[in-house]
């Protein structure tokens, strides 16, 4: 089946530094999404990508749906200690009923 | 506005005792229903998705089993439980109109 290959895997930072994370496939996906999980709460999405190439912001997070289609980046620039948690991203092809996840990365932000 | 509820927030079972997760979603209408599993610090299993009522697709097989029995309730089950059935166990939702997923808060199942 179609797996995302998700890195890195963890990160420890110190806060007001730049956070990039990537996720490949050999699979084509028409969306990428980025989700946030929170210790002990459920994933919260993010931002969702619908375009080859398409380039989202959501405050301070920047996330790219690669032109081969088969890539995805989450850029958090600034990070606060609120930016602590899992992230996840995921791939979907349209009508096919369920995404396919990263196994995430793990964020730690130091004060 | 579309909300998802999924009960209870915790639970502690014991080895061999069944088990009932109930999750609904309100505000929508037909939505596609996942069931994921997550053990510590890792990643979501998919467990089953549903595209509609009576319609169950199962990822991986275990002694878990769910059910859709109206279109915005979606049920895990077991029969027995095993130890490795601990974990943190996520509902959530999607439709054509938001592909991304809403999940619910889950529920932490340890089995003693």
């Known amino acids: 089946g179609q797996q995302l290959n998700q890195s890195p895997q963890s990160m420890f930072i110190q806060e007001g530094e730049d956070v990039s994370m990537n996720c490949t496939s050999s699979?084509?996906?028409?969306?990428w999404l980025w989700y946030k999980q929170d210790p002990g709460e459920g994933p919260v999405l993010l931002i969702a990508?619908?375009?080859?190439?398409e380039l989202t912001s959501n405050g301070r997070l920047t996330a790219q749906f690669g032109i081969t289609r088969k890539d995805s980046f989450l850029n958090i620039s600034a990070s606060i200690p609120s930016d602590v948690g899992i992230y996840f991203c995921?791939?979907?092809?349209?009508?096919?009923?369920?995404?396919?996840f990263g196994d995430g990365t793990t964020l730690t932000v130091k004060p | 506005s579309q909300t998802i509820h999924q009960w209870p927030a915790t639970l502690v079972q014991p080895v061999g005792s069944p088990l009932s997760l109930e999750c609904t979603v309100e505000g929508t209408s037909n939505p596609n229903l996942y069931w994921y599993r997550q053990a510590a610090g890792r990643g979501l299993q998919l467990l089953f998705y549903s595209v509609g009522i009576g319609q169950i697709s199962s990822e991986v097989p275990q002694n878990l089993s769910a059910s859709r029995p109206q279109d915005r309730q979606f049920i895990l089950s077991s029969k027995k439980l095993l130890l490795s059935d601990s974990g943190f166990y996520l509902c959530a939702w999607s439709n054509l109109a938001n592909y991304g997923y809403t999940f619910g808060s889950g529920t932490r199942l340890t089995v003693v």
């Open positions: 995921a791939g979907l092809i349209t009508n096919a009923g369920k995404s396919t």
């Open positions: 990508l619908y375009k080859a190439g």
């Open positions: 699979s084509i996906f028409n969306t």
